[in-house]
T-cell receptor, first 110, second 111 residues
Framework: NAGVTQTPKFQVLKTGQSMTLQCAQD?????MYWYRQDPGMGLRLIYY???????DKGEVPNGYNVSRLNKREFSLRLESAAPSQTSVYFC?????????FGPGTRLTVL | LAKTTQPISMDSYEGQEVNITCSHN???????ITWYQQFPSQGPRFIIQ???TKVTNEVASLFIPADRKSSTLSLPRVSLSDTAVYYC????????????FGAGTRLAVHP
């Protein structure tokens, strides 16, 4: 099992550019999550999803969109990147007791 | 949503026992308490989960008083490799819900 995978690992964007962060899990989990973590801070929930086609807003959804393509994949899109979105983005899936996290995507917006 | 409060930082020395307390005054009946550990540049990873009384596994113990308004993560005989950020979360075990992380406790273990 690969667990939770995220692509890309690193990305640099210019202000106004768009991009999609990809996340996939092979543990057959229903619920998936996107978090962002700014330097020296805790994780903040952006969006989460119970199943294919279902998504809910977290603490900081503005500036982001998500798609739960199928049970395995949950993508996060930045339509018009801003410097305030410079952060590390973590995807997670929820098992019976715990969340499993991916390795993160380090995004810099210039 | 049950909000959690933890100390921002703690310091310890190798070989000592470390206790990190988390307050969750408005915990709901169906909520469990889960602790995660995060190293720099990595995602959090699960340490332990409990509902009431005491839970112990190979790396930690979790103490939960009868009123469940707080919990204490106990790390026995810490080493330098236990230097990390520790997060306490409250929510239904395995249930679909808005899992919110607090600021966490930054533990520094010194030689």
């Amino acid at each position: 099992n690969a667990g939770v995978t995220q692509t890309p690992k690193f990305q640099v964007l210019k202000t106004g550019q768009s991009m999609t962060l990809q996340c996939a899990q092979d543990m057959n989990h229903n619920s998936m999550y996107w978090y962002r973590q700014d330097p020296g801070m805790g994780l903040r929930l952006i969006y989460y999803s119970a199943s294919e086609g279902t998504t809910d807003k977290g603490e900081v959804p503005n500036g982001y969109n998500v798609s739960r393509l199928n049970k395995r994949e949950f993508s996060l899109r930045l339509e018009s990147a801003a410097p305030s979105q410079t952060s590390v983005y973590f995807c997670a899936s929820l098992g019976p007791n715990e969340q499993f996290f991916g390795p993160g995507t380090r995004l810099t917006v210039l | 949503l049950a909000k959690t409060t933890q100390p921002i930082s703690m310091d310890s020395y190798e070989g000592q026992e470390v206790n990190i307390t988390c307050s969750h005054n408005n915990i709901a009946t169906n909520d469990y308490i889960t602790w995660y550990q995060q190293f720099p540049s990595q995602g959090p990873r699960f340490i332990i989960q409990g509902y009431k009384t005491k839970v112990t596994n190979e790396v930690a113990s979790l103490f939960i008083p009868a009123d469940r308004k707080s919990s204490t993560l106990s790390l026995p005989r810490v080493s330098l490799s236990d230097t990390a950020v520790y997060y306490c979360l409250v929510g239904e075990s395995g249930g679909y819900n808005k899992l919110i992380f607090g600021a966490g406790t930054r533990l520094a273990v010194h030689p």
